[in-house]
């Protein structure tokens, strides 16, 4: 089987907030509600209700600057609440930026695509990770995309083994350009180790595809961009 997925288009993320690089201890007296209403579509009318949720929210932000993992997949929103946007989505053991901790339990995060967004700090922890330890140089940054066994991702190589002559395994196996990353290197990517067993004629350069089960989990992981790190 061969990858032979190509890229749709890099999603960007549009940051809704500066990254605040301010002194510790200083609080942030971000304007929720006008944030909120400016993430609303052009045309579309303000309903009430939600607005008026954003004006009784008054979250306080205290900037800080510590470097967290996540301990699971996260969804990372617009602003500090599960009922937000979801601008963007973390994989487990993920370094994150911590950028300010707001005082109803979320904390505003940059990400490596320097995308700002709030998670939960249930999923936060400030210990290194036992999947982090063995992360060596960084290899620079790579598109990430996923593919899956199927017709539509794999074409006439579907269901059959990889390039290496091993069948994928999800979240193991990755197709790489065997010029950037040759069959069989380990690599890391968010903390969590892969290996290079498959190669795809739509992975060229600086490009990672991502093995999964499911053709719905390919498609909703969409396309991201992702510091490669070798392992030591
Ligand atoms: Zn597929």
């Not at 996540?70 to 994150?96: F, I, S, W």
């Not at 109803?104 to 400030?126: A, C, H, I, K, P």
Request: glycine residues 10%; hydrophobic residues 35%.
């Amino acid at each position: 089987m061969r990858a032979k997925q190509k890229i749709a288009g890099i999603c960007v993320l549009a940051c809704l907030f500066t990254a605040t690089t301010a002194n510790a201890q200083e609080i942030i007296d971000a304007d929720y509600s006008a944030a909120m209403i400016s993430i609303m579509s052009e045309g579309e009318v303000p309903q009430e209700e939600p607005v008026q949720e954003m004006e009784q929210q008054n979250v306080q932000e205290l900037a800080i600057q510590k470097e967290s993992y996540t301990t699971d997949v996260l969804t990372v929103r617009a602003l500090p609440g599960t009922e937000y946007e979801e601008v963007g989505k973390l994989a487990q053991y993920t370094k994150v930026n911590v950028i300010g901790v707001c005082d109803n339990g979320w904390s505003r995060v940059q990400m490596g695509s320097g995308t700002v967004g709030f998670v939960s700090n249930e999923y936060l922890s400030d210990i290194v990770p036992s999947g982090a330890q063995n992360i060596g140089e960084s290899l620079g940054v790579f598109t990430v995309t996923y593919y899956c066994a199927c017709e539509h991702c794999c074409g006439g190589w579907s269901g059959g083994p990889t390039a290496s002559g091993a069948y994928p395994v999800a979240d193991w196996t990755v197709a790489a350009d065997p010029e950037v990353l040759p069959l069989g290197t380990h690599i890391y990517i968010n903390g969590h180790e892969y290996c290079v067993e498959d190669t795809g004629s739509g992975v060229s350069g600086n490009h990672i595809d991502i093995y999964v089960n499911d053709h719905s989990v390919a498609v909703n992981n969409g396309v991201a961009s992702a510091e490669v790190f070798a392992s030591k």
